[in-house]
């Protein structure tokens, strides 16, 4: 007789809370717009369907908060990190996968889920008391009604983004006499063997040609509205990078470190293009960090000049799309539940983090909170030594220092961790740690004791 848990959005972190849901006994009643009403970014109707990139970024749980994350999420029973397992494709050091067979994956285990129903149609605007319990996931592309309902209720001011999406292009139309296959420093990861990346090396003349380009390429026009919208520093266009100077992009996504070309091995590119692969079969590769908001014909006429991509052909050129996401700190309390309104939680990236991985984990968070308010009890926020409470924490205003502090949205890193007080940097010999030794292993540190916190809030 337990009522259910009302969930608007089947994207990364309605997907998760759903299953967090159901796991724990509760029904779930999930609502989903699409394919009945699409977003300017989705392609299909299924579940967590990935719009930007396919990877869900460093694997690392000792040495990188969101490795760290996915380990927690792992210990969790995670249905995104399950299914990501699932679907990995070798990405070095990263997590990647497949994005339709992904999708699929998600899709299967909640609709066949026998607590949890599935609703298609939008829900305009914010959803009635008479449910209690209601999740609103919606994410980045939030339909206008509901955002414009949401910030009617709050009297906030939303604040919003731009995301760019990176291109994709055909393995086979690659030049392998030109480009290579070889990971960072040959580094392995989850289901990768050292060679995972396809590299495209540029000499200096070649790489201040490409600068040039992209400073005078013919860029998208942004409507009124839209002018004013700060980008997400992790998220650049590529063309913003370049704008900033020459060697931006060389100390970015295009820096030629950890790497060797095997056609002309005694010579060291000045600059190199990665792409990564993106689905199963490995036909398809994407640029990495090649986020762009250029059109279209500029963008092939500029990316055909990287050495091995002279004949690319693109099964996806990149596009760009606003991002949407609430106040939390002033809106949400410490239950994740808009203070106006406590029969509403909100998950995922509509509250202010930024990535896959850290949408998901704020969707496991809301939905196991939401899941024990069901069933009559309380489920507490993560401790905050953790990676989901340092996440939790940003969102409900932990990380302010001040009155004027400005939210903004946040990856999950180890600045949002409290520090360990009285570290000792040694090694086992007794001898001084320093420089970067010392940030490796302090983040070790960090990384164990989130390890062990989780294990008893889990």
Not at 133 to 158: F, R
Request: with cysteine.
């Amino acid at each position: 007789m337990t009522k259910p848990v009302h969930i608007i959005g089947a994207g990364l972190a309605g997907s998760e809370a759903a299953w967090q849901v159901a796991q724990m006994g509760v029904p779930v009643i999930l609502h989903e717009m699409r394919p009945q009403k699409m977003t300017d970014a989705h392609q299909g109707g299924g579940f967590a369907e990935l719009v930007c990139s396919n990877s869900f970024r460093s694997d690392d749980k000792l040495g990188n908060a969101v490795g760290l994350l996915h380990e927690e999420m792992r210990m969790a029973n995670s249905l995104i990190m399950g299914m990501g397992e699932m679907t990995k494709l070798p990405a070095g050091g990263a997590l990647a996968v497949d994005r339709d067979g992904f999708s699929d994956a998600i899709t299967t285990m909640l609709t066949q889920h026998p607590l949890i129903s599935v609703e298609y149609g939008e829900v305009k605007g914010l959803p009635p008391k008479s449910w209690e319990n209601t999740i609103i996931a919606t994410g980045p592309l939030t339909a206008k009604s509901l955002a414009q309902d949401i910030l009617k209720t709050t009297g906030e001011d939303s604040l919003a983004f731009f995301d760019a999406i990176a291109p994709i292009v055909y393995k086979d139309s690659i030049d392998f006499d030109k480009a290579w296959f070889q990971s960072r420093y040959d580094k392995k990861g989850p289901g990768g063997d050292g060679a995972d990346y396809i590299n495209c090396p540029l000499d200096k003349e070649q790489y201040l040609a490409f600068i040039d380009a992209l400073n005078e390429a013919e860029k998208t026009e942004f409507k009124d509205f839209e002018k004013d919208t700060p980008y997400f520093e992790s998220c650049l266009p590529i063309e913003v990078m370049a704008s900033r100077g020459p060697e931006t992009l060389r100390y970015g996504p295009m820096k030629p470190v950890g790497l060797t070309n095997p056609h002309k091995p005694e010579e060291k590119a000045y600059a190199i293009v990665q792409l990564r692969q993106d689905n199963a079969l490995g036909t398809l590769y994407n640029m990495v960090g090649f986020q762009t908001k250029m059109k279209y014909g500029s963008q092939t006429d500029i990316f055909k000049t990287i050495p091995g991509l002279e004949k690319a052909v693109f099964a996806r050129l990149g596009g760009i799309h606003r991002n949407t996401f609430i106040n939390s700190p002033k809106l949400l309390n410490g239950q994740l539940q808009l203070k106006q309104r406590p029969d509403i939680r909100f998950a995922g990236q509509i509250m202010g983090v930024e990535g896959y991985v850290e949408s998901a984990a704020l969707g496991l968070v809301t939905g196991r909170m939401a899941a024990a308010q069901a069933l009559g009890r309380q489920y507490p926020a993560p401790p905050k030594s953790t990676a989901l409470g340092a996440l939790v924490e940003h969102v409900t205003g932990g990380f302010m220092d001040g009155p004027k502090a400005k939210f903004q949205p946040m990856n999950v890193n180890f600045g949002l961790f409290p520090p360990i007080e009285g570290i000792v940097y040694k090694d086992e010999n007794g001898q001084r740690i320093r420089g970067k030794n010392k940030t490796r292993f302090r983040k070790r540190k960090m990384a164990l004791r989130a390890l062990q916190d989780i294990k008893a809030w889990v």
